[in-house]
């Protein structure tokens, strides 16, 4: 068989845009459909019960959301905050992780991964009532309205993987985990 016919697993091509190699992309992506929501942004800038029925916010106001120099930054990249969080406040952070050969059938596959999108909704105990029910349970209906079949990250749509309870900082801060699971290329 003559050399040139013989290629090396080296020489395979692997797509460039996998998940793992989008992920920064990703998270600004979930970040900016975040902020699209002007019910999400009025729950996580107005501490009071009437938060949704106060007037939609400036994109200025949307940006100090995500701001760091901004004392009302409430959107992360992160699952944790750098700092400890004195006032009372609403928070998401984001995520893109545990990404795994998908199996299907006790197969593995070496062409596509299976992972998750993570949605981490704090909000501080004494936010949590709103006239229109629990702001973290708001908080998670929204982002699961915007995320549940979505077709921006991955193959295909994305559903949902799993949904826990999350309390942090000795239960100042209650609210939800929400993963949406993604197939994309490995």
Do not use: H
Not at 104 to 132: C, H, K, N, P
């Amino acid at each position: 068989m003559p050399a040139e016919n013989i290629t090396s697993d080296r020489e395979v091509s692997i797509p460039r845009n996998t998940s793992i190699r989008r992920i920064t992309e990703w998270k600004q992506k979930m970040i900016a459909m975040i902020l699209e929501d002007d019910d999400i942004t009025r729950l996580l800038y107005y501490n009071s019960p009437d938060a949704l029925s106060r007037p939609k916010l400036t994109d200025d106001q949307k940006y100090e959301l995500t701001d760091k120099g901004s004392g009302k930054r409430c959107i992360y990249p992160t699952r944790y905050r750098e700092d400890v969080i004195m006032d009372q406040m609403s928070f998401i952070g984001v995520s893109v992780a545990n990404f795994i050969p998908q199996e299907s059938w006790r197969q593995f596959s070496q062409r596509y991964s299976m992972g998750y999108l993570y949605f981490y909704i704090l909000v501080d105990t004494a936010i949590m009532d709103v006239e229109e029910g629990q702001r973290q349970d708001l908080l998670l209906q929204k982002i699961y309205d915007i995320f549940q079949g979505s077709k921006e990250f991955g193959m295909g749509e994305i559903k949902e993987g799993n949904l826990t309870e999350l309390w942090d900082q000795n239960n100042k801060f209650g609210g939800w985990t929400l993963m949406i699971k993604v197939i994309d290329l490995m």
